[in-house]
Structure formats: structure tokens, C-alpha cells
């Protein structure tokens, strides 16, 4: 059984930061590229950062030079800093563990950037 499990979501003022942590249990994640999503009620889900099992790491434009994605396989773990937040972050986050035709979902966290 996989299991995924997101923290770190919240309330925070323009300009502050976050870190989110998504932790997968069930099974060894080394092999698998991870990634982050946000998504506002009816807006398409955006895929916000990427980070492959060479640690290779890929961002949208919106977050390039504010946010950083990094893992810990020993952990099996992918966090998402974010700097500088904007009220356009406002969303909820999604994390993704993918191999091949396998996906597995976190069940997203909240955050929303207001003054």
C-alpha cells in the first residue's frame, strides 16, 4: 500500500516563504521523478516544478528564481521552497511520485498568500 502524505501549506504574507514536504511510504522512491501542482477552483492544474532520480530539476516560468524543488531519497521525500510568494501562488499543491505508467498523488495542501 502507497501512501503520500503533504505538510507545510498555511497562511503567509506577500513577499514570505514556505516549505512543503510530501512523504511516500509503501515501497522505495529512488527510482521515481517527483514533481509539484497547484490548481485554483476552475483552473487547469499547472505543473510547478520537477525533479528527476539524477536530481535534474525543471520549473514554470511563473515560479523560476522563487522556488526550489529538491528530494531525499533516504527519506523518500520531495520538498518545494518557496520564496517571495505572490498572491497569484495562492492554490493547492500537489506533490507526484512518477515511474513509467505509475503515478501516486498526495492529497494536497492548502496555501494561500494574503495580506
Known amino acids: 500500500q502507497v501512501q503520500v502524505v503533504e505538510s507545510g501549506g498555511g497562511l503567509v504574507q506577500p513577499g514570505g516563504s514556505l516549505r512543503l514536504s510530501c512523504a511516500a511510504s509503501?515501497?522505495?522512491?529512488?527510482?521515481?521523478?517527483m514533481g509539484w501542482y497547484r490548481q485554483n477552483p476552475g483552473k487547469q492544474r499547472e505543473l510547478v516544478a520537477t525533479i528527476t532520480s539524477g536530481n535534474s530539476t525543471s520549473y514554470a516560468d511563473s515560479v523560476k528564481g522563487r522556488f526550489t524543488i529538491s528530494r531525499d531519497n533516504a527519506k523518500s521525500t520531495v520538498y518545494l521552497q518557496m520564496n517571495s510568494l505572490k498572491p497569484e501562488d495562492t492554490a493547492v499543491y500537489y506533490c507526484?511520485?512518477?515511474?513509467?505508467?505509475?503515478?501516486?498523488w498526495g492529497q494536497g495542501t492548502q496555501v494561500t498568500v494574503s495580506p
Open positions: 507526484k511520485f512518477s515511474k513509467w505508467y505509475y503515478d501516486y
Open positions: 509503501g515501497r522505495t522512491f529512488g527510482s521515481y521523478a
